[in-house]
């Protein structure tokens, strides 16, 4: 019986991660058929017991290390991550310096082919100049007959000065030539000093490159070796402070288990108190029992003279009375028996109330007191 609701009990089911689940759904339902169980609406609450509730605590303690685990792991990802991309563009400006000394390897080799095409050319035109003056001599050879034919002494004097120009041109062309490979050697010069020039830059590349490698490596160790501290440091805080949970929670043990035992000693000292209690309520109700059976048995010895006296008078009246007076007798006689069986009854009733209130078979109601820890 419960005072707030009629009826009220506390069930624990053998599964206990459904009883929450369970209560939900029964809280606020109606129940029975009406004919052969009541209907009735029942609330149903789930109370957490200390068990479960620290089986939540180490279930929330583990969701937030699994937080802390994955957490670590998408920081290692991002790095991996960075890290990869990382050597993606050291790759790429990699290939791309590659690309472009391959470029200018192409370029050279384009220019070296368009040199050698360029002086091919100008061979195969030296070479054509040459048979078109050779066709010239030949025809010029051809017509010099013929007008050596004609003219003989003119021809001499054509011929030497024929002879005198084509020395000269011959010699014109030889310093042309002398000319043009003395700036061919100029150009191959500073061809190859732009050569070396870009050779000497791609080498300060490399270099620069190479340091700046260096440089962004010797950082990266700094930055890990950093992070590797700042994890020592973040674990050595993690320690630290599971210590001093788990003194914290020795104390809160050593504090319930002195809760425990000034409870037991509570227990023990109310119980003592209600056994006290009863004692002395059985005591005063043994003594108020003797009062009232001492004086019950009085008024029974009152009661009795009494009967005996009117039967003394009855008897006398009946024998020198006449029928209407024995009838009277009769009718007094057997008030007196009815008072007293009457008395007998209550005599055993107060003997047997008295017996059971001091065998302790009647229930006694004691009061238990409630104190508060100080």
Known sequence: PDALHGRACELTLKEAEKMEHVARQLDGTTVGDGDFIEECLISCTYRVGALERKQREE??????????????????????????????????????????????????AAFQANLQKKMADAKAAAERKEEERKQ??????????????REEERQRKVAQMIEERQQKERVKREE???????????????????????????????????ERARLIAEQR?????????????????????????????ELRQQREEKRRKWEEFRMGREEMLMRQCDEIERRKRKAEAQEQSASRRVRGRRSAEQARHAVEDADRQSSGGSEGEEEEGD????????????????????????????????????????????
């Open 136 to 149: 010239k001599v030949e025809r010029r050879r051809q017509w010099e007959e013929e007008r050596m034919r």
């Open 221 to 249: 160790e700094q930055e890990r070796q950093r992070r590797e501290e700042e994890r020592k440091r973040k674990e050595e805080k993690m320690r630290k402070w599971e210590e001093d949970r788990m003194r914290r929670e």
């Open 59 to 108: 279930l929330a303690r583990a969701q937030a290390e699994e937080e802390l685990r994955r957490r670590e792991e998408r920081a290692a990802r991002l790095l991996a991550e960075a890290e990869r991309r990382r050597q993606e563009e050291e790759e790429r400006k990699q290939r791309e310096v590659e690309a472009a000394a391959e470029a200018k390897r192409q370029e050279m």
């Open 176 to 210: 042309e030539a002398i000319k043009r490979a003395e700036r061919m050697r100029q150009w191959e010069n500073a061809r190859m000093q732009r050569e070396e020039e870009m050779q000497r830059h791609l080498e300060e590349r490399q270099r620069k490159s190479e």
């Open 331 to 374: 009718e007094f006689e057997a008030f007196a028996e009815r008072q007293a069986r009457q008395f007998s009854k209550r005599r055993r009733a107060n003997g047997v109330g008295l017996d059971g209130a001091a065998d302790g078979t009647e229930p006694v109601a004691a009061a238990r007191t409630v104190e508060r820890r100080p």
